[in-house]
Protein backbone atom coordinates (compact mmCIF):
# COMPACT_ATOMS: atom_id res chain seq x y z
CA UNK A 1 0.00 0.00 0.00
CA UNK A 2 1.44 3.56 -0.90
CA UNK A 3 1.88 5.72 1.93
CA UNK A 4 0.73 9.57 1.52
CA UNK A 5 3.79 12.18 1.37
CA UNK A 6 4.13 13.03 5.46
CA UNK A 7 3.47 16.59 5.24
CA UNK A 8 0.03 15.90 3.23
CA UNK A 9 -0.66 13.86 5.66
CA UNK A 10 -0.18 16.08 8.28
CA UNK A 11 -2.38 18.80 6.51
CA UNK A 12 -5.06 15.72 6.29
CA UNK A 13 -4.87 15.21 10.18
CA UNK A 14 -4.76 19.08 11.14
CA UNK A 15 -7.80 19.71 9.12
CA UNK A 16 -10.17 17.21 10.70
CA UNK A 17 -8.27 18.48 14.15
CA UNK A 18 -6.66 15.58 15.26
CA UNK A 19 -4.65 16.42 17.61
CA UNK A 20 -1.30 15.74 17.37
CA UNK A 21 -1.35 16.26 13.26
CA UNK A 22 1.86 18.37 13.41
CA UNK A 23 3.69 21.18 15.43
CA UNK A 24 1.91 24.13 17.48
CA UNK A 25 1.23 26.87 15.96
CA UNK A 26 -0.87 30.37 16.86
CA UNK A 27 -3.60 30.90 14.73
CA UNK A 28 -4.61 33.63 12.82
CA UNK A 29 -7.83 35.24 14.35
CA UNK A 30 -9.05 38.38 13.31
CA UNK A 31 -10.77 39.57 16.57
CA UNK A 32 -12.66 42.50 14.60
CA UNK A 33 -14.61 39.28 13.79
CA UNK A 34 -16.08 38.86 17.04
CA UNK A 35 -16.05 42.31 18.39
CA UNK A 36 -17.74 43.45 15.39
CA UNK A 37 -20.38 40.88 15.47
CA UNK A 38 -23.48 41.40 18.08
CA UNK A 39 -24.33 37.55 18.05
CA UNK A 40 -22.49 34.68 17.36
CA UNK A 41 -23.13 30.81 18.02
CA UNK A 42 -21.55 28.37 20.59
CA UNK A 43 -21.39 24.65 18.75
CA UNK A 44 -20.84 22.24 21.83
CA UNK A 45 -21.93 18.27 21.96
CA UNK A 46 -24.97 17.38 24.39
CA UNK A 47 -24.37 14.41 26.27
CA UNK A 48 -26.29 12.03 24.23
CA UNK A 49 -23.83 13.38 20.93
CA UNK A 50 -26.41 15.58 19.17
CA UNK A 51 -24.76 19.02 18.10
CA UNK A 52 -26.15 21.86 20.35
CA UNK A 53 -25.84 25.72 18.42
CA UNK A 54 -26.58 28.22 21.10
CA UNK A 55 -26.89 32.24 20.04
CA UNK A 56 -24.63 34.45 22.35
CA UNK A 57 -23.60 37.74 23.02
CA UNK A 58 -19.26 38.52 22.99
CA UNK A 59 -16.84 40.65 23.35
CA UNK A 60 -13.44 41.36 22.93
CA UNK A 61 -10.67 41.86 25.93
CA UNK A 62 -6.77 41.46 25.82
CA UNK A 63 -6.64 39.74 22.19
CA UNK A 64 -9.48 37.07 23.72
CA UNK A 65 -12.94 36.48 23.23
CA UNK A 66 -14.96 36.01 26.28
CA UNK A 67 -18.98 34.93 26.89
CA UNK A 68 -20.90 34.38 29.76
CA UNK A 69 -23.64 32.30 30.86
CA UNK A 70 -25.33 30.72 33.40
CA UNK A 71 -26.56 27.27 33.99
CA UNK A 72 -26.92 26.06 30.53
CA UNK A 73 -26.90 23.17 28.63
CA UNK A 74 -23.88 24.54 26.41
CA UNK A 75 -21.77 25.05 29.88
CA UNK A 76 -22.16 21.83 30.99
CA UNK A 77 -20.98 20.72 27.70
CA UNK A 78 -17.97 22.55 28.04
CA UNK A 79 -17.54 21.32 31.86
CA UNK A 80 -17.38 17.75 29.58
CA UNK A 81 -15.17 19.02 27.34
CA UNK A 82 -13.82 22.35 26.70
CA UNK A 83 -13.16 22.14 22.93
CA UNK A 84 -16.28 24.20 21.08
CA UNK A 85 -16.19 25.94 17.41
CA UNK A 86 -17.20 29.45 17.42
CA UNK A 87 -19.66 30.84 14.03
CA UNK A 88 -19.47 33.61 12.87
CA UNK A 89 -20.67 34.92 9.35
CA UNK A 90 -21.04 31.47 8.50
CA UNK A 91 -17.14 30.60 9.70
CA UNK A 92 -16.37 28.22 11.70
CA UNK A 93 -13.52 28.73 13.91
CA UNK A 94 -12.03 26.25 16.81
CA UNK A 95 -11.66 27.31 20.38
CA UNK A 96 -11.29 26.05 23.98
CA UNK A 97 -13.27 27.48 26.65
CA UNK A 98 -11.45 28.11 29.60
CA UNK A 99 -13.82 29.58 33.02
CA UNK A 100 -12.48 32.52 34.21
CA UNK A 101 -13.41 33.38 38.14
CA UNK A 102 -10.25 36.30 38.74
CA UNK A 103 -12.50 39.34 40.18
CA UNK A 104 -10.40 41.57 38.12
CA UNK A 105 -11.10 39.74 35.00
CA UNK A 106 -14.44 39.18 35.04
CA UNK A 107 -14.78 43.08 35.95
CA UNK A 108 -13.22 44.05 33.22
CA UNK A 109 -15.09 41.61 31.14
CA UNK A 110 -18.52 42.66 32.55
CA UNK A 111 -17.43 46.35 31.66
CA UNK A 112 -16.73 45.20 27.89
CA UNK A 113 -20.01 43.80 28.05
CA UNK A 114 -21.84 47.40 29.39
CA UNK A 115 -19.88 49.43 26.60
CA UNK A 116 -20.61 47.08 23.70
CA UNK A 117 -24.74 45.96 24.39
CA UNK A 118 -25.26 49.70 25.96
CA UNK A 119 -28.45 50.29 27.99
CA UNK A 120 -29.95 46.37 27.56
CA UNK A 121 -26.71 44.87 29.08
CA UNK A 122 -26.85 47.28 32.13
CA UNK A 123 -30.58 46.35 32.53
CA UNK A 124 -30.17 42.68 32.51
CA UNK A 125 -27.05 43.37 34.69
CA UNK A 126 -29.38 44.71 37.43
CA UNK A 127 -32.02 42.34 37.09
CA UNK A 128 -29.77 39.31 36.94
CA UNK A 129 -30.13 36.98 40.55
CA UNK A 130 -26.40 35.79 40.31
CA UNK A 131 -22.86 36.51 38.63
CA UNK A 132 -22.48 34.57 35.24
CA UNK A 133 -20.14 31.91 34.59
CA UNK A 134 -17.63 34.11 32.89
CA UNK A 135 -15.62 31.70 29.70
CA UNK A 136 -12.42 33.12 28.02
CA UNK A 137 -11.96 31.35 24.34
CA UNK A 138 -8.63 30.52 23.32
CA UNK A 139 -8.08 29.00 19.66
CA UNK A 140 -6.69 25.83 19.14
CA UNK A 141 -3.92 25.34 17.76
CA UNK A 142 -2.82 22.35 15.59
CA UNK A 143 -1.29 20.24 17.95
CA UNK A 144 -3.88 21.73 21.46
CA UNK A 145 -3.82 19.16 23.77
CA UNK A 146 -6.63 18.47 26.33
CA UNK A 147 -8.97 19.95 28.65
CA UNK A 148 -8.20 23.16 30.30
CA UNK A 149 -8.87 23.50 33.74
CA UNK A 150 -10.73 26.74 35.17
CA UNK A 151 -8.63 29.74 35.84
CA UNK A 152 -8.98 31.96 38.71
Known sequence: MRRPHPLLAASLLAA??????????????????????????????????????????????????????????????????PALRLRVRDQDYAFFAEEVTDPAATGLVEEAFKAKYGWIQRVMSALRMREPTVLRLTPRTRAAGGPRRPVG
Not at 53 to 80: F, G, H, I, Y
Open 16 to 81: LGVAGAGPARAIEIDWAAFQDESVIEILTVDPDGDPRETKVWVVVVDAAAWVRTNDSRWLANLRRD
